[in-house]
């Protein structure tokens, strides 16, 4: 069946620029993730939303970081007057309910200019 | 803190000679470890998940195991085609089920 997909697949955006990144999750997987990949930090957690529960915002860097899932499937993550330090790859994972493996996108990644 | 490390941090084989790879953790409250491949420029690929002390999975020509405080991720026989970078995360109790990272181990093999 059809895995994570992810898109853009690659972004390239100039400082202060607003970016959106968008996760279309497993079907039926009722758990998305954001993490994020960079050089020298590996893989971080950055959001976790569960079915109609409050999303566990807890690694989220700045406030100028959000993301919202819509109708409990597809998710999009915003990053507002984007920086240098931004520069990533951004990684979507989900995760069917009674299950802890999860299964990961191709990721997008951002280079910020 | 919370702490999941990997070694050795890059491993060069030949193809047909076997090793191991670690993941050591230093957390309370695991829930699972899960061992993932990454190709440059793709996302993680699902490999295993263990649970308990005394667990092992197989698959292919990789084998995982699992003690209190490490697991291992053993490569027998290996082909040019496994060489990726092996990534070991741990979900814990108290966090739900985001997953904790290790820095990884890029393997190499060469024919």
């Known amino acids: 069946g059809a895995g994570v997909s992810q898109s853009p697949s690659n972004k390239v955006t100039e400082k202060g620029k607003d970016v959106e990144l968008r996760c279309d999750p497993i079907?039926?997987?009722?758990?998305l993730y954001w993490y994020r990949q960079s050089l020298g930090q590996g893989l971080e957690f950055l959001i976790y939303f569960q079915g109609n529960s409050a999303p566990d915002k807890s690694g989220l860097p700045s406030d100028r970081f959000s993301a919202e899932r819509t109708g409990g499937s597809v998710s999009t993550l915003t990053i507002q007057r984007t920086q240098q330090e931004d520069s990533a790859v951004y990684l979507c994972?989900?995760?069917?309910?009674?299950?802890?493996?999860?299964?990961f996108g191709p990721g997008t990644r951002l280079t910020v200019t | 803190e919370d702490q999941v490390t990997q070694s050795p941090e890059a491993l060069r084989l030949q193809e047909g000679e076997s090793s191991s790879l670690n993941c050591s953790y230093t957390v309370s409250g695991l829930r699972g470890l899960f061992w993932y491949r990454q190709d440059p420029g793709k996302g993680p690929e699902f490999l295993f998940t263990l649970y308990s002390a005394g667990e092992e999975k197989e698959k292919e020509r990789l084998k995982a195991t699992l003690t209190k405080k490490e697991s291992f991720l053993h490569i027998t026989a290996p082909k040019p085609e496994d060489s990726a970078t092996y990534l070991c995360?741990?979900?814990?109790?108290?966090?739900?089920?985001?997953?904790?990272f290790g820095a990884g181990t890029i393997l190499r093999v060469k024919s």
């Open positions: 994972a989900s995760r069917a309910s009674g299950t802890y493996e999860q299964y």
């Open positions: 995360a741990v979900t814990l109790m108290e966090y739900g089920n985001k997953l904790v």
């Open positions: 079907s039926g997987h009722t758990a």
